[in-house]
C-alpha cells in the first residue's frame, strides 16, 4: 500500500522504517526560530553547548515577524540577543523587515515539496499548503534541531477528508476552511496529519491553499496536504464535507471551531477590523478586500488594520495601486508582519472592543480584552463598512 | 506516588490562558512564571497550588501557541502530572521536554473531581481516585526514557556519555 504524504517525507529524511505510531528520528532540511522563542532558544543553546557551532549554519535561521520593528525595550532586547547570536554564529536573519517567518521560507524557496522544516512558530504546518512538513514546536526542541539537525517525531495517522460539491463563487477558502473546521472541530483530525480531496480544494491558489493549511493547527490536526494525486493509500479515517451550499463563515469568540453562517450574526456591531496574519495576509486577500472597499469609506469610529504578510507582498499590493484603495478607504496600512494576531504590535483590544479579524485564533486574550470573530477579507472588509458584521452581497 | 489535589479544567484549554502571551516576551525565572500558571483560566490557581498537586483536562489541553512556558509555567508551579483526555502535540512535547509528566486517561478525567486527592503510577498505568482505580497505557519507552532525564537534551547527553563510556571501556 503507497504511504501518505506524510509518510513518504519522513520516510525520505529517516533511516527508520515510517509507519504511523512510530518514533522515528528525522533529518530537518530547514530549522528556525522568530523573535518569539528565539531568545529562549539562544539562552536554551548557550546553557547547553555553549560556543559550539551549530551544525549547520546554511540551514539555520531566524524570523522576525511577531513585534516588528520592536515596540518596547523587552522586544528590542530579545531581538538583538538572536541578532548577536546570528552574529557570532554566521546564520541568516530574515530580520523585521522582511514579514512573517512561514512565508518567507516559502517566498525564498527554503520550503519546497518534499522538505523538512521546523521552527518556533505553531503555525508552521502552513508549510503543508506547498507539500513540505512543516512543524511548530517548543524552544528546546529547536534548541535540539539548531545543534543537531535533527529531531524525533511520532508518525501521525492520516485522515483523509473529501471536499464534495463545488462552493459557490461568492464563497471562499477562508468560508471553506470555517466550514470544515465546524464539521471535524478539533477532535476528528486530532493529532492526525490530513489529506484533502475533491475539485474545491484542488482548484485552491496558493494563498488559498496557505489559507486552509494554516487553520490544520486550530484542528487540532499535525498537517494538512492537499495532494494533486488521487487517494490511494490507507487512511485511519476518511470524511467526506459537502460544501455546495456554502455560504460565508464566521468564528464568533471565543474558540476558531465556534462557526456559523454569517447571515446568523449579522448586524453585530464592530469596532475593528483586522486584515493579514498567515492565514489571510496574501496579495489575493487584500485585492478581495480592496474589491469591496474601494470608492468607499470605512464607518467613522471603526479602525481597520492591514498588515502585509511580507514585503514582497507589500511590493505587489503597492505595485497594483491596492494599497492605495485600502489608504483612500481609511485603512491604516502598517509594515509586514503578524500584526495583531500574537499580541503583538498592530491590533490589540480593549475591554468590551468588538474586532472582527482574518486571523486564525480567537481565544479569550489573544488579542487582548475585547472579542474577536473570524472571516474572511471580503467579511471583514464589508463589515468595516458598515460597522456591524454584514455579508458583502448585503451591503 | 504520593497523592495530589485536583485542578480540574474542561476542553480545549489553550496556552494562552495557561501562560498569558504579554509575559512571554520577558524571559522570567521559573518562580516568576510559576506565578503567571493558568492567570487567565483560573486566577486562584496560582494562589493555591501545592506541590504535588494535578492538573485535570478535557481533550486537546495545550492547544495554540508553541509557547513552552504553557509547560514550564506547571511544572515550576510544582504540578506533578497533567491528566486529559488528550493533548495538543506541540504542548506534549514541550511538557516532556521539560520532564513534566503528561497522561491521556479519557476514564480519570471523567470521573474525578476538583479538589479530590487522588495518586499516579506511572509504571503500571494507573490513577487511583475516590471513585476508583483508572488504567491508562504507559508512555512509549523512548518517551519514558526523555521524562526519567529530565527532558531532551539531558537525555542525549546521557546517551552521548553513555556511548562513550562503553566505547572506553571496550578499549580498555
Known amino acids: 500500500m503507497p504511504k501518505t504524504v506524510i509518510e513518504k517525507i519522513i520516510q525520505s529524511h529517516t533511516h527508520d522504517e515510517v509507519a504511523p505510531g512510530k518514533i522515528v528520528w528525522m533529518d530537518l532540511d530547514i530549522r528556525s526560530a522568530r523573535d518569539f522563542g528565539g531568545p529562549n532558544v539562544v539562552k536554551n543553546y548557550g546553557r547547553e553547548y555553549g560556543d559550539e557551532p551549530v551544525e549547520d549554519k546554511t540551514k539555520t535561521f531566524f524570523t522576525f515577524d511577531l513585534c516588528v520593528p520592536a515596540c518596547s525595550l523587552k522586544y528590542a532586547e530579545n531581538q538583538q540577543v538572536c541578532r548577536d547570536f546570528s552574529g557570532k554564529q554566521g546564520i541568516k536573519v530574515f530580520d523585521?523587515?522582511?514579514?512573517?517567518?512561514?512565508?518567507?521560507?516559502?517566498e525564498e524557496g527554503l520550503?519546497?515539496?518534499?522538505?523538512?522544516?521546523?521552527?518556533?512558530?505553531?503555525?508552521?504546518?502552513?508549510?503543508?499548503?506547498?507539500?513540505?512538513?512543516?512543524?511548530?514546536?517548543?524552544?528546546?526542541?529547536?534548541?535540539f534541531a539548531f545543534k543537531t539537525g535533527k529531531t524525533w517525531f511520532e508518525v501521525p495517522e492520516t485522515l483523509r477528508v473529501d471536499i464534495t460539491g463545488k462552493s459557490p463563487p461568492e464563497t471562499t477558502a477562508k468560508d471553506l476552511t470555517l466550514y470544515i473546521l465546524k464539521q471535524l472541530g478539533t477532535k476528528k483530525a486530532a493529532l492526525k496529519a490530513v489529506e484533502f480531496f475533491g475539485e474545491g480544494v484542488r482548484d485552491l491558489s496558493l494563498a488559498g491553499r496557505i489559507t486552509l493549511c494554516s487553520m490544520v493547527t486550530e484542528m487540532a490536526g499535525i498537517i494538512g496536504f492537499i495532494p494533486e494525486a488521487m487517494p490511494d493509500s490507507e487512511y485511519a479515517n476518511s470524511v467526506s464535507i459537502d460544501v455546495s451550499g456554502l455560504t460565508p463563515q464566521i468564528a464568533a469568540p471565543s474558540s476558531p471551531e465556534n462557526v456559523f453562517a454569517v447571515s446568523e450574526l449579522k448586524d453585530t456591531e464592530i469596532d475593528s477590523g483586522f486584515i493579514g496574519s498567515c492565514t489571510n495576509g496574501r496579495t489575493e486577500d487584500f485585492a478581495a478586500a480592496a474589491r469591496i472597499l474601494k470608492e468607499h469609506k470605512v464607518k467613522e469610529g471603526v479602525m481597520l488594520k492591514v498588515v502585509p504578510a511580507t514585503r514582497r507582498v507589500y511590493r505587489e499590493l503597492l505595485d497594483q495601486g491596492i494599497l492605495e484603495t485600502l489608504f483612500s478607504c481609511g485603512a491604516i496600512i502598517s509594515n509586514p508582519g503578524c500584526g495583531g494576531c500574537a499580541e503583538g504590535h498592530i491590533g490589540l483590544t480593549g475591554e468590551g472592543e468588538v474586532q472582527i479579524s482574518t486571523g486564525n485564533r480567537n481565544f479569550a486574550g489573544k488579542q487582548g480584552r475585547g472579542k474577536t470573530y473570524l472571516a474572511s477579507p471580503e467579511v471583514v472588509a464589508a463589515s468595516c463598512l458598515a460597522g456591524r458584521i454584514i455579508r458583502p452581497e448585503d451591503l | 506516588m504520593s497523592k495530589g489535589k485536583v485542578w480540574k479544567y474542561g476542553d480545549d484549554v489553550n496556552t494562552d490562558v495557561i501562560f498569558p502571551g504579554k509575559y512571554t516576551y520577558s524571559v522570567l525565572d521559573p518562580a516568576e512564571m510559576a506565578k503567571?500558571?493558568?492567570?487567565?483560566?483560573?486566577?486562584?490557581?496560582?494562589?493555591?497550588?501545592?506541590?504535588g498537586d494535578i492538573v485535570v483536562a478535557g481533550k486537546n489541553f495545550?492547544?495554540?501557541?508553541?509557547?513552552?512556558?504553557?509547560?514550564?509555567c506547571l511544572k515550576f508551579a510544582g504540578v506533578q502530572a497533567v491528566i486529559a483526555k488528550s493533548f495538543?502535540?506541540?504542548?506534549?512535547?514541550?511538557?516532556?521536554?521539560?520532564?513534566?509528566?503528561?497522561?491521556?486517561?479519557?476514564?480519570?478525567?471523567?470521573n474525578v473531581e476538583s479538589g479530590e486527592k487522588i495518586s499516579i503510577d506511572f509504571a503500571a498505568g494507573q490513577i487511583k481516585g475516590e471513585k476508583g482505580i483508572f488504567t491508562f497505557a504507559p508512555l512509549p519507552e523512548f518517551i519514558l526514557r526523555i521524562l526519567d532525564s529530565g527532558g531532551l537534551i539531558p537525555y542525549i547527553k546521557k546517551k552521548k556519555i553513555e556511548r562513550e563510556k562503553n566505547l572506553g571501556d571496550k578499549n580498555a
Open chain 1, 96 to 106: 523585521v523587515d522582511q514579514g512573517i517567518g512561514s512565508h518567507v521560507l516559502i
Open chain 2, 62 to 72: 495545550g492547544c495554540g501557541s508553541s509557547r513552552e512556558q504553557a509547560a514550564t
Open chain 2, 36 to 51: 503567571h500558571a493558568l492567570e487567565d483560566l483560573d486566577p486562584e490557581f496560582a494562589h493555591k497550588v501545592k506541590p
Open chain 1, 111 to 143: 520550503a519546497s515539496a518534499g522538505t523538512t522544516v521546523v521552527g518556533t512558530d505553531s503555525h508552521l504546518n502552513i508549510l503543508g499548503a506547498v507539500d513540505c512538513f512543516g512543524q511548530g514546536m517548543g524552544d528546546v526542541d529547536i534548541t
Open chain 2, 88 to 110: 495538543a502535540r506541540i504542548f506534549f512535547r514541550n511538557a516532556i521536554n521539560q520532564g513534566l509528566p503528561v497522561v491521556q486517561c479519557s476514564e480519570a478525567v471523567d
